[in-house]
C-alpha cells in the first residue's frame, strides 16, 4: 500500500513535491477506502486522480515515480561501473542541475509502515535510507552517506559484505535484493509490482504476445457496450525478413534455440462482435476504435493489480475514453467488491467531468499547475476551502482552484 511519494529537482518539478494517499478529516463518503492500521486515521485512498492543465507536470510526476522505482529495481545490475546516475535534473534555473535530486516514498509490506528514501546526482547516489515504523517509532534499518553505512539492529543479514559490493552509483535495496537479503528482498517486490502505464500505443499487440486476454477484461468491454462478446488468439507466420533477423540475433547473442514451429510464428488476437444472426464475427485487433484498444491494455494491467493488491499509474486516463468509461475504470478501485486486496490507483487525467462523479472523494482530486519560474506545484483540492455540495467541475473551470492555463479561455483565445 502506497501512503506517500514525495520528489524534487526531477524535470519540471524543481521544489519537493508531495503526494499523499492518506485520507483527510473531511467528513465525506467512508464507501470503498482501504483499511491500514498503520496510516494516520486508520484508512488510506483507493485512487487518487490528478488535474491540470497542458505541460503542467502531471506525467513528470508519473515519471518521477517510475524513474525512483527503475533506480530501485536496475541500478545495481544494469549500471556500469563509472556510468554515475542517469537522472533528469530540472534544467530552467542553472544551478539545478549541480543540485542533488531527491527521492522518497512511505509505503507497507507485510503490515508495516516503510520510509525509504534517496538523493543522487549525475555521477553517485549521495545517501540512502530505510526506516520500518510498526508503530509510533521509527527504526533504522539502514543509513548510508556516500559509501558510508550504518545499520539498525532489526536489520539482520551479511550487510556489511552486501555493502562492500555496493557501487557508489547502486543503490543498496538494488544490491541486496541481488544478493538475496532475505528482508529487503521483500520490499524490493513491493518496488516490482508497481506498474506504471505512460505510453499505450494503440494497434500494438505487443502487450497481449504470448498471452492470454483475462475474461473479466472482456465481460467489462462487453459492460460498456463496445459490442465485445469473445476473443481468439490466432497464429501467423512471421514474414522471411524477421525470421532472418531473429535467426541473425540468435548466431551474434548465443540464444539457445528456440522450438521451430513456435518460433516462426506471432501470436496476435481478434475480438467477437455479436452478428445479426447471433454468430460471432472476429475482427483483427487494428481494426477496433482506439479506446477499445487503450481499455483493452489498461483493464490488462488494472486486473493484474486488483489481483496483487498493487499499485497501478495510469498516465492521461481519459484519452480516447468516454467519461463513464474512464469513472468505471476508477470504479474498480474504489468498489471494495473489485477491490478486496488493497491495489490503488494513480491516474492523470483533463476530463473535468470525473470531478462530478459522486465516486472520488474531494481528497482523492489533485492539481497541477506551473509557477512563474515553470516548475510544477502540486497540491490537492483540500488545500482549498470547499464544500460536498460545491460543483467542482464548474469551480475549476472558472478558476477558483487554480492549474487551469489561463482565466478566460474564450477571451484569450479570440484576442489578437
Not at 539545478?96 to 538523493?119: A, L, N
Not at 552517506?145 to 559484505?161: A, C, P, S, Y
Not at 518496488?191 to 500494438?204: A, E, K, P, V, Y
Not at 528456440?258 to 485487433?285: C, I, M, W
Request: proline share 4%.
Amino acid at each position: 500500500m502506497l501512503l506517500r511519494f514525495s520528489v524534487s529537482n526531477h524535470l519540471s518539478l524543481r521544489d519537493s513535491q508531495e503526494l499523499l494517499f492518506t485520507t483527510s478529516s473531511l467528513k465525506d463518503k467512508t464507501e470503498g477506502l482501504i483499511d491500514c492500521a498503520v496510516a494516520p486515521r486508520g484508512s488510506i485512498l483507493p485512487a487518487v486522480v490528478i488535474f491540470g492543465a497542458n505541460a503542467s507536470g502531471k506525467s513528470n510526476l508519473v515519471h518521477a515515480l517510475r524513474a525512483m522505482q527503475q533506480m530501485v529495481l536496475f541500478s545495481h545490475t544494469h549500471g556500469e561501473p563509472r556510468g554515475g546516475v542517469s537522472r533528469h535534473a530540472f534544467r530552467l534555473d542553472a544551478s539545478y542541475p549541480h543540485k542533488p535530486s531527491h527521492f522518497e516514498i512511505d509505503f507497507v509490506c507485510e503490515d508495516v509502515r516503510y520510509h525509504y528514501g534517496f538523493k543522487a546526482d549525475d555521477t553517485a547516489f549521495l545517501s540512502e535510507w530505510l526506516y520500518a515504523i510498526p508503530k509510533s517509532h521509527r527504526r533504522t534499518l539502514f543509513e548510508r552517506e556516500g559509501n558510508d553505512f550504518r545499520f539498525g539492529r532489526e536489520l539482520k543479514g551479511q550487510n556489511n559484505t552486501i555493502a562492500g559490493l555496493t557501487r557508489s552509483n547502486s543503490l543498496y535495496l538494488s544490491a541486496a535484493a541481488q544478493n538475496s537479503h532475505e528482508r529487503i528482498s521483500s520490499l524490493f517486490e513491493y518496488f516490482r509490482s508497481l506498474h506504471c502505464l505512460m505510453r499505450i500505443d494503440s494497434g500494438n499487440d505487443y502487450w497481449f504476445r504470448n498471452k492470454e486476454i483475462d475474461t473479466r477484461v472482456i465481460d467489462f468491454l462487453g459492460k460498456l457496450d463496445t459490442g465485445i462478446c469473445d476473443y481468439r488468439r490466432r497464429e501467423t507466420e512471421l514474414p522471411a525478413e524477421s525470421r532472418a533477423l531473429r535467426e541473425l540475433v540468435r548466431k551474434l547473442t548465443s540464444t539457445p534455440d528456440l522450438n521451430e514451429n513456435e518460433a516462426d510464428k506471432r501470436g496476435t488476437f481478434e475480438l467477437a462482435h455479436q452478428s445479426r444472426d447471433g454468430e460471432p464475427v472476429y475482427l483483427d485487433l487494428g481494426m477496433e476504435s482506439a479506446g477499445t484498444q487503450r481499455l483493452l491494455v489498461m483493464l490488462s494491467r488494472a486486473y493484474r493489480s486488483l489481483d496483487a493488491g498493487a499499485p497501478l499509474v495510469i498516465d492521461e486516463l481519459d484519452v480516447s475514453l468516454h467519461t463513464l468509461a474512464s469513472a468505471a475504470v476508477l470504479q474498480l478501485f474504489c468498489s471494495p467488491e473489485t477491490n478486496p486486496n488493497g491495489a490503488q490507483l494513480i491516474a492523470t487525467t483533463h476530463d473535468t467531468n470525473l470531478m462530478r462523479w459522486a465516486g472520488l472523494r474531494r481528497d482523492q482530486l489533485w492539481f497541477t499547475e506551473k509557477d512563474e519560474d515553470g516548475a510544477t506545484l502540486l497540491y490537492p483540492l483540500t488545500d482549498i476551502r470547499t464544500r460536498r455540495s460545491d460543483n467542482l467541475e464548474k469551480g475549476y473551470l472558472q478558476g477558483r482552484y487554480g492549474a487551469v492555463p489561463f482565466d478566460d479561455p474564450i477571451s484569450v483565445l479570440g484576442s489578437k
